[in-house]
């Protein structure tokens, strides 16, 4: 059959609809449009249906039944991801699964400091549920307002509170997955020591739907900080936030709950494009920090620790200005502005984005390196550098010459991510730190990783899946 023109089997639809119930099979083009593209608009893609399971046994029933008959499956949660993996094919031959009818928070054990929820949930909404109970769930991203837990945890994301609690990996202790097969993985527990064997559920955080289909998971919460404070700094270089970063990091601890580095550019972006916006020091640097303490013990004592950090800076030199939120209001305000920096760059044309991660002490020596190598590949070409320094992640991206042709310039995407991941290659860093594969970055994994892991990998899958049904296409 013609992978052009081929769709999915009428009858074999029925079947499918028949699990789910008519409601929740959707085959009208306008039900089935915002399933079928992704954020940037980069990937797009076909389906006739699309269908929203109550339960993981109607999960169960989907999957048994696309192994039967070798239909694909692409599981998708919110639809926020950056990479594709959650957009099928142009084939209009796979279905995708949407998890958001399996949303409800199941429990929140205060005496373990657990959540278990359903892959569907919302992560604001988690957050918010937390906070009812006077605990903290950590993982903050852009999307928190539509992304849900278990698109968070297929792609392993990041975000900004990964320098003191770590990625979503960290933050998983148990999972329920169904296999391809349509078997059940129920490994829901609350455990923070198990050595009984492989970590079976580590296989699926990260996989990008590949393997299995998570349906719930078991989150770790944290006691809520009696103190948060949140400062905007203003400093001439990256190796001025390296040494602000290694003292805060040094005096603070696990107390430094925030570190993100942000270049001038993206920030002259926001003030351009979002009139709102407030500068947040009252001369512009071309290097600036937000960096955010938290305490446990009180607020006093988280201002007093940053109070400490910025003096230090100041007295060192390493810091030429800074600010701390006086209230909430504020703190949301510096939040929102860092926020909208991906937002900010659509106007101003064409933009080449890299997620990469170096090690934190090779930041300054790869923003040198990188913005050279930039102006080698397009002269001109606007770098707009953002991102979490505390852990070794930034977006960088790079914005388009002042009035150059958008397409012409999108034409130098390869020779540019070459330019700039030859670099991420040679100090041992990552050209995909928090973002996944999906189908952006699976050609480029495949060439540049070791032979052995790529036969791992797919020993791996052809193990979960081997009708091949599993999001097809991406990641390996």
């Known amino acids: 059959m013609n992978a052009e023109t081929s769709t999915l089997d009428p009858a074999l ?20 449009t915002p399933h079928v593209a992704e954020p940037r608009g980069l990937f797009g893609g076909r389906t006739s249906l699309v269908l929203k399971p109550g339960s993981p046994e ?27 993996g959650q957009i099928p094919d142009a084939t209009g031959r796979e279905v995708i699964l949407s998890l958001s009818r399996l949303n409800r928070i199941r429990e929140i054990d205060l005496a373990s400091n657990t959540a278990t929820v359903e892959a569907g949930v919302i992560l604001q ?8 109970n006077d605990r ?16 968070n945890l297929s792609s392993n994301a990041g975000g900004i509170g990964a320098l003191a609690y770590g990625v979503a990996r ?36 990260g996989a990008e739907g590949t393997l299995g289909v998570i349906t719930a998971a078991v989150v770790k919460l944290y006691p809520k900080p009696k103190g948060r404070e949140l ?28 570190f993100e580095l942000i270049e001038r550019t993206p920030l002259d972006f926001v003030l351009r494009h979002f009139p709102a916006t407030r500068p947040p020091l009252a001369e512009s640097h071309p290097w600036n920090v937000m960096l955010e303490v938290s305490s446990h013990r009180s607020g006093e004592d988280a201002r007093t620790l940053i109070e400490d950090i910025l003096g230090t800076g100041l007295e060192e030199g390493w810091v030429a200005d800074a600010t701390i939120a006086q209230n909430e209001t504020q703190q949301m305000e510096l939040r929102q502005m860092r926020e909208d920096m991906s937002d900010a760059q659509r106007p101003e044309g064409g933009s080449i984005k890299h997620d990469i991660s170096v090690p934190v002490a090779a930041i300054p020596e790869f923003i040198e390196r990188a913005g050279r190598a930039v102006q080698e590949v397009v002269p ?34 390869r020779a540019m991510n070459e330019a700039v991941h030859s670099i991420v290659r040679a100090l041992g860093g990552s050209f995909s730190a928090e973002h996944g594969i999906g189908r952006m970055k ?9 032979a052995i892991a790529t036969d791992l990998m797919r020993r791996v899958k052809n193990a979960f899946d081997p009708a091949g049904i599993m999001n097809p296409g991406k990641v390996i």
């Open 380 to 413: 001109g070409a606007r770098v707009v550098c953002f991102g979490h320094m505390g852990d070794g992640n930034l977006h960088y991206n790079i914005a388009q010459p002042v009035g150059a042709d958008k397409d012409e310039y999108l034409g130098h995407y």
């Open 136 to 151: 903290f769930f950590p993982l903050a991203l852009g999307s928190q307002g539509s992304c849900q837990i278990g698109g």
């Open 13 to 32: 639809a029925e079947r499918f609809a028949a699990i789910v119930g008519e409601r929740h099979a959707l085959r009208d083009a306008a039900d089935i």
């Open 442 to 450: 699976r050609a480029e994994l495949l060439a540049t990783q070791p």
């Open 231 to 258: 400062a905007w700094v203003g400093l001439g270089s990256p190796i001025d936030a390296l040494r602000l970063f290694e003292f805060a990091n040094d005096r603070a601890g696990t107390a430094l709950t925030m």
């Open 125 to 132: 909404l988690l957050q918010e549920e937390a906070a009812r």
């Open 170 to 205: 960290d933050l998983c202790l148990g999972l329920e997955v169904v296999l391809p097969t349509g078997e059940i993985f129920d490994d829901l527990r609350k455990l923070k020591k198990d050595n009984t064997g492989y970590d079976l559920k580590d296989l699926f955080v």
């Open 58 to 84: 109607e999960v169960s029933q989907i999957l048994k039944l696309a192994t039967e008959t070798g239909t694909p499956i692409v599981p998708q949660g919110g639809n926020t991801g950056l990479v594709g």
